[in-house]
């Protein structure tokens, strides 16, 4: 029994440094503006190490790290594809927030798609207690064709709105709060159809606003 316990505290302890350590390369958000994940996704411009992208990100497998590329000849029609290579598609560190019970890491990543074009690119929270131990993950942005997932993180009372177009006939709009005792992300409100408004006025049609921007501090 205590040959168990001290292998699994010993593994922590040698874990937790790293953890740490890529946790606070992560360039820190400080502001109380409410934060776009799309806008997240597309000004981040701090690549992660290749060695922290396999390990943190994509489970060990390095082969994730790289996406295939066509070679074009003249315009982008199939016709004209002369070659096919691979790219590096390395996930970029978005921001992270400290709370008092918990810290928020976001970041993005890419999925391939091995026709070569079309790849899809992720944004993704991250919930790491206070020992450098991840306890969820959410994904707020995807993106392949059109915006299939985004919606607005409020760093202040870490409420985050979704709308989810992932599936065309079924589209969701979610709200999620973090639980600070759990440290998991909860879902506390769900809408779902279709809603003819921008992403920014559908938190006033569904009713939602004083939910998502309470405790603000704008």
């Known amino acids: 029994m205590y040959v168990l316990f001290g292998i699994i505290y010993s593994t922590l302890v040698k874990c937790q440094p790293d953890n740490q350590k890529f946790i606070k390369s992560f360039p820190i958000n400080d502001k109380c503006e409410i934060i776009s994940t799309r806008g997240m996704v597309v000004n981040a411009s ?8 396999a390990k943190y990100v994509y489970n060990g497998d390095t082969t994730k790290l790289y996406c295939p590329e066509l070679e074009f000849l003249g315009g982008y ?23 008092d019970k918990f810290i928020l890491l976001a970041y993005s ?30 994904c707020v942005f995807k993106e392949m064709y059109d915006d299939d997932i985004c919606g607005f993180f409020n760093p202040q009372n870490h409420k985050i709105y979704l709308y989810d177009m992932s599936n065309l006939n079924s589209k969701k709009s979610l709200m999620y709060n973090i639980n600070e005792n759990s440290l998991k ?3 506390i409100q769900r809408y779902e159809g279709d809603l003819n408004a921008t992403l920014k006025d559908q938190l006033k049609k569904l009713g939602w606003e004083e939910l998502f921007y309470g405790d603000d501090c704008q």
């Open 77 to 99: 029609e199939k016709s004209n594809i002369v070659g096919k290579y691979n790219a590096e598609y390395i996930p970029n560190k978005c921001f992270r927030v400290d709370y």
């Open 185 to 187: 992300f909860e879902e």
């Open 46 to 53: 701090i690549k992660m190490s290749k060695e922290d992208a």
């Open 109 to 138: 990543f890419y999925e391939c798609n091995p026709d070569g074009f079309n790849h899809i690119v992720y944004g993704r929270f991250d919930i790491f207690d206070k020992n450098y131990v991840k306890t969820d993950s959410l």
